[in-house]
């Protein structure tokens, strides 16, 4: 059975040896899952669904200041450093869903936190 953890880099099953994925920049994964924009925005709020308690597991916080900081970066990160200025059109909606998920992370961890903290 698999963890309920998404988009980590660490994935653990019982009985096997832990795997680590070290981010490079070239190593990513190319998702050809959706038909729609849909059907993506669906997927994501599956995921966010899960991310709070996620976060809390692995010692996030939530405080204002890191939910702008991160949702500054991710688009950052998107847009400029993977260079996802190069697909146009693409490339923005792209980086923008990227900032606006991690904002919605970090509101999800800020609801769990309240909850259960």
């Known amino acids: 059975m698999f963890p309920n953890q998404v988009h980590t880099v660490h994935l653990s099953l019982p009985g096997y040896q832990e795997v680590v994925i070290e981010r490079t920049g070239n190593n990513v994964i190319h ?38 900081f991160h949702t500054i970066r991710a688009f950052a990160e998107s847009f400029y450093f993977t260079k996802g200025w190069k697909g146009g059109l693409d490339g923005w909606i792209l980086s923008f869903f990227y900032a606006w998920y991690i904002y919605r992370c970090w509101r999800e961890l800020k609801k769990y936190q309240s909850r259960y903290a």
């Open 31 to 68: 998702h050809y899952w959706c038909d729609s924009f849909k059907e993506l925005l669906n997927k994501h709020f599956r995921y966010l669904k899960l991310e709070g308690e996620a976060r809390y597991g692995k010692g996030d916080r939530f405080t204002l200041k890191s939910q702008l």
